[in-house]
């Protein structure tokens, strides 16, 4: 087959669980335990080819129970996507889009519209696990992105070299390889041509290549010479030698925590180049890989923790607090710091840690106990047990265990003594333990 | 394995988009604690530094220490004499050189800046053909009184156009893009104690790769007095009990990610204990500076301001770094977005300057001003300015000498061949200068090559 080695260890409810939150946004219920059934192979295929979309539950609300407008209310359109993520069927789909959003990162702080944005979303969306040649295509004449990156300030009378540095730099070649500075202006210039106006009260519109303002001339781009035009640009990016190894490692990295092994690396290589480009193969291939089930963890980022926890409790979208709180976290849809993306290195940190802290918070709020009225064991052993079962029997390390244990009997041993503490506690203690465990650091990687 | 991949040629995400904080940040535990401003109003020296800075560090490094042995360390070097300070403030994006003293002297500005020369205003007094941007009237007002050194074309031969490699060339202080240390980090390495994380501080959300170190603790501080922790229906005892419980999650993991989010919960403990004196219910700030500082969104000129009386309370710092407001990666509609960012930069340190002087403390801190490089000296066609080579930069304080360092090479012969300014005064030079003039180390323990470079005279 591919040549690219493949997991073939126990693959149990374990396995799937990891498989759910690196390929998706965790399990539901009992998405693991199911999906363990099918076996590593067609578990990994029904996610790469998962057919139509069916959302699983209520529709999203705002908190008056109003539908969201993510074209239009401030912050809606974070909760718009992290509400897809919660209830798609296509899981895959939607973390393929959330890696293309921080590869071509495109922030709507220079684009400034929210429409434009989400219309980027839905091409990531619909092309994401097809041609990376045909995305780098469809994203080079995005709106968002030529806003994004001055592609439309960029004509044969000045060329704006913006896009096309960061074609090559960040989208496809790397830093520094494989491309010279002249083969940026000359990129550049082939580039030219795309316009768009701006009407008042209405924004930016009327995208279009207009051949009046491309450069014509011939330009030579890493020593290959033509009248080149935008499409000539990304094939020849996608095409160069230098752009596999950089693909692989970059996919690569958004699944596994760390590098893929020379002969790995060279086998994904091999299968992307005579795949003719296509991105399912290889991202199928890293799916079934031995170093995602037996390699370490990966630290969540903000928003596949909070999807993670909506979907573990299997609550829907009714507040549109969860804009802030990510931000808080470090990650606003939308607003990646930078066109180089989020740094998936440093999500923790102790302000970044506070934000999920609050996250966990707003999660549980429903399913918070009144103290005045629920009943709980004023027993330490069964309120962890409890606690833990709430979760659905994550395995918790010594540690957490501990963590959690000494809480429990440290709060149960406050309310000896007096009645009303003896009845109030244990449900309070109830919730602080599931909070608690909501910000173990079981929960916080995967 | 994944050593390996943030040092192999290969790009490992990391390594490719943020390389200059991922690899500068190596090593190092992620993030730690946040932030008080001296909350100092009312608390003496000793209380403000054991309720306060000490307690409420970021610590990086060196975490084998207790927070109570960094208190005694930040004790002991503050009954030392004050050191002096240097303050980094990094210019994001690569600022246009050219506009902030603008070659309106020079016959090809205005045709390579058709649509963005700038025309008028005060002229530099070391070199007729230079004006200060408008903005810039607060540096502008100091360079007067000689209390700024002006670099006109600063940089490094070979040039790199890409933000996040030429920004980690300045951050580590070498053109190489294996070194993983800042190189105010390897200065703190040389003379630091292993025991006071204030020996450098980062203003900001977190660590400025500038100051990473490979042994001894810094501090990332940013915003005072909310760091808060609260439950659903968990109240009194019980939460007292909860949020003594999380700081027990720590503690060597063989996972390095559940390493990781132990760690962090161990300092978000650590830290949420040690600022719970600074949470205050009416959210008054304790800093009272005696000049008025820019009124601002953003939080540069409070930085300043809590900085300045930080300093004042004789802590014992050494090196720090703020990044300037602003956007400077200007490719389009430049003049606007150039000139808010420069004028709020100017005014705030213009401010700092006045504060330090108020407080008797001027002589004891310089400001080094400095971005990732200039930009391209032929305007693009959407009123803005690409990548270029040598830019400008500053050192502003009252020791330095106010004597240029490098000239500005002028636009008929001082381009390259991508037309992007040539320099002619070396960042690394000025580094080491700053090393040996000011911070009083042999620069050749903390630049590489450092010999090789001629070194300016900064001081008076």
Request: a neutral charge.
């Amino acid at each position: 087959m591919s040549g690219v080695a493949a997991y073939r260890g126990h693959f149990g409810s374990v396995q799937a669980e990891r498989l759910l939150w690196r390929a998706g946004f965790g399990p539901r219920a009992n998405e693991a335990d199911e999906l363990a059934k099918l076996g590593l192979d067609d578990a990994v295929h029904s996610l790469v080819y998962p057919g139509r979309e069916k959302f699983v539950g209520p529709q999203p609300h705002d908190d008056k129970g109003r539908p969201l407008a993510p074209y239009d209310a401030w912050g809606q359109d974070h909760i718009w996507w992290l509400d897809r993520m919660v209830r798609t069927s296509r899981p895959l789909v939607e973390r393929m889009t959330l890696v293309w959003h921080d590869w071509f990162a495109t922030s709507n702080q220079g684009v400034g519209s929210q429409r434009l944005m989400i219309n980027q979303n839905d091409l990531f969306r619909e092309h994401g696990l097809g041609s990376f040649h045909e995305l780098l295509n469809r994203v080079t004449e995005d709106p968002a992105m030529l806003l994004w990156l001055n592609g439309t300030d960029n004509s044969r009378y000045s060329p704006n070299e913006n896009y096309g540095r960061e074609m090559m730099e960040l989208f496809t070649l790397g830093a520094g390889r494989g491309y010279t500075e002249l083969d940026v202006r000359q990129n550049a210039r082939a580039l030219t041509g795309f316009r768009n106006d701006w009407k008042p009260n209405v924004g930016d519109v009327n995208f279009r290549f207009d051949t009046k303002y491309h450069d014509p001339g011939t330009k030579t781009i890493f020593h290959k010479t033509g009248k080149f035009t935008w499409k000539d640009s990304c094939r020849l990016c996608v095409t160069h030698p230098d752009h596999p190894s950089f693909f692989v490692q970059k996919l690569w990295s958004y699944f596994v925590p760390t590098a893929p092994d020379a002969a790995t690396a060279r086998s994904l290589q091999q299968l992307y180049v005579q795949g003719k480009y296509e991105i399912r193969p290889v991202v199928s291939a890293i799916l079934r890989h031995p170093a995602l089930y037996e390699g370490p963890r990966m630290v969540k980022s903000p928003v596949l923790y909070t999807a993670g926890l909506l979907r573990r409790l299997g609550r829907p979208i009714d507040t549109t607090a969860w804009t802030w709180l990510d931000s808080m976290a470090g990650q606003q849809l939308f607003y990646p710091p930078n066109v180089g993306g989020w740094d998936d290195t440093r999500w923790l940190d102790t302000a970044t840690w506070r934000g999920r802290w609050w996250i966990a918070q707003y999660a549980l709020d429903p399913y918070a106990l009144d103290p005045g009225k629920a009943k709980q064991p004023d027993d330490a052993q069964k309120l962890v047990h409890d606690a833990i079962g709430f979760w659905r029997e994550p395995p918790l390390g010594v540690r957490t265990l501990n963590a959690l244990q000494t809480f429990t009997r440290n709060a149960v041993a406050d309310a000896k003594g007096q009645k009303w503490k003896q009845q109030q506690y244990p449900p309070m203690i109830q919730n602080g333990l599931r909070h608690l465990i909501a910000v173990s650091p079981e929960f916080q990687a995967a | 394995m994944s050593d390996d991949c943030l040092h192999c040629n290969g790009l490992s995400r990391s390594r490719l988009l943020h390389k200059a904080i991922a690899e500068a940040g190596r090593g190092l535990p992620a993030i730690e604690p946040g932030m008080p401003m001296p909350a100092g109003t009312g608390l003496s020296r000793r209380r403000f530094l054991a309720h306060g800075l000490g307690a409420a560090l970021a610590v990086y490094g060196a975490s084998r220490l207790g927070l109570s042995a960094f208190e005694e360390g930040i004790a002991a070097a503050a009954s030392g004499a004050p050191q002096k300070v240097l303050v980094s403030v990094f210019l994001e994006g690569g600022a246009d050189g050219m506009s902030v003293l603008s070659p309106q002297g020079d016959p090809l500005y205005k045709k390579l800046r058709p649509t963005l020369a700038l025309s008028g205003g005060t002229p530099l007094a070391e070199d007729g053909r230079l004006f200060w941007h408008p903005a810039t009237s607060g540096i502008a007002q100091l360079y007067g009184e000689h209390k700024v050194t002006v670099m006109p074309a600063i940089g490094y031969t070979h040039p790199d156009q890409s933000h996040f490699t030429s920004r980690h060339y300045w951050e580590v202080g070498a053109t190489s893009t294996q070194l993983n240390t800042g190189w105010l980090g390897r200065y703190l390495d040389a003379v630091g104690t292993l025991d006071n994380p204030l020996q450098g501080v980062s203003f900001d959300d977190s660590l400025a790769p500038t100051l990473a170190t490979a042994k001894v603790p810094v501090a990332a501080i940013t915003a005072p007095d909310q760091y808060d922790f609260g439950s659903n229906r968990v109240w009194g005892e019980v939460e007292e009990r909860m949020l003594e419980a999380f700081g027990l999650f720590g503690g060597q993991a063989t996972d390095p990610a559940l390493h990781t989010a132990g760690n962090v919960a161990v300092q978000v403990d650590r830290l949420r204990r040690q600022l719970l004196p600074f949470r205050s219910a009416d959210g008054t700030s304790g800093i009272q500076s005696p000049v008025t500082y820019p009124k601002s969104s953003d939080p540069f000129p409070s930085k300043l301001a809590g900085l300045a009386a930080m300093l004042a309370a004789n802590l014992p710092m050494r090196v720090v770094a703020l990044s300037a407001p602003g956007e400077y990666d200007t490719h389009s509609n430049e003049p606007g977005a150039l000139a808010q960012g420069l004028q709020l930069t100017s005014d705030s340190l213009l401010a700092f300057q006045r504060d330090l002087e108020a407080r008797g403390i001027a002589d004891r801190v310089l400001v080094h001003v400095w971005s990732e490089f200039g930009r391209r000296a032929q305007e693009n066609g959407s009123a803005g300015t690409d990548h270029g080579a040598a830019g400008t930069g500053f050192l502003i304080g009252t020791r330095v000498k106010g004597q240029m360092i490098g000239e500005f090479p002028g636009l008929q012969s001082g381009l390259d061949d991508d037309g992007n300014l040539v320099e002619t005064a070396d960042f690394r030079a000025v580094y080491a200068a700053l090393l040996e003039q000011w911070l009083g180390v042999d620069a050749g323990r903390v630049i590489p090559g450092a010999s090789a470079f001629q070194r300016p005279g900064l001081i008076a």
